[in-house]
């Protein structure tokens, strides 16, 4: 039943990176690949029957580190790019070493309180080092990010894409649809943030079909 539950979080990561993260088709293989090659070498070193193995392969880890990033820039469509201390993070973060990119946001925070970039990239950096957990650390990072720009919804997405990696879609999904209803008709990331919800709605209907919990359409 364990390699069950393991296969079931490998389709999600997938389903994830291929709908909300809107990972290029190209990158389906390599993506697909990187799964299947942490599957097989957990199949080979890992005991899913004990209760602390293992739970993220690290194959994926420089795929999801770029998506990551990607993303966020996003919402930062600025000719300025970003300070030294984020931009050396995000090489860091994408190779998949969240630990050291967090460290180095940590010095772009403390060097200017007020760059919210900085701030939501180390949310996401400490998410991602806990394993998709929300800490408490991550959860003040992306509190300060929306207080220094409170007009971007960056900080609400990514809140809400780590409740959804933590199956709690519907509530994600809030998170979103409020963000998206806010936002000026003008803003350049309102697409893709309109964008990214349909991908969501699409994604918790086939989830749960014919669920009380899915979003009417």
């Keep these: ?7 079931a979080l490998a389709a999600l990561a997938f389903l994830l990176a291929a709908t909300v993260l809107r990972l290029p088709r190209g990158g389906w293989m390599l993506f697909g690949a990187a799964l299947l090659f942490g599957l097989a070498g957990y199949a ?22 770029e998506l990551l990033v990607e993303a966020r820039r996003e919402f930062f ?13 995000d090489a860091f973060a994408r190779r998949g070493d969240f630990e050291n990119a967090a460290n180095f946001l940590r010095n772009a925070v403390r060097e200017n309180p007020n760059d919210a970039e900085a701030w939501l990239a180390l ?9 998709g957990q929300l800490t408490a650390s991550a959860l003040f990072a992306y ?4 207080d ?19 199956g709690q879609a519907v509530q994600a999904r809030g998170l979103w649809a409020e963000a998206l209803e806010q936002a000026p008709q003008d803003a350049a990331w ?11 709605d699409a994604l918790i209907v086939q989830m749960s079909p014919g669920s009380a919990d899915s979003p009417a359409r």
């Design 1 to 7: 039943m364990n390699w069950i539950a393991i296969l």
């Design 148 to 166: 220094t720009a409170p007009g971007n919804p960056a900080p609400t997405y990514f809140y809400g894409l780590a409740l959804l990696r933590a």
């Design 190 to 200: 309102r697409p893709g943030l309109a964008e990214r919800l349909e991908r969501l």
């Design 77 to 89: 469509a600025s000719p300025q790019p970003p300070s030294r201390f984020v931009t050396t993070a």
């Design 44 to 65: 080979l070193q890992g005991s899913p029957g004990q209760p602390s193995s293992p739970a993220a392969a690290k194959g994926e880890a420089p795929v999801e580190g």
């Design 123 to 131: 949310g996401n950096a400490l998410v991602e080092h806990a394993d």
């Design 143 to 146: 509190s300060r990010a929306e």
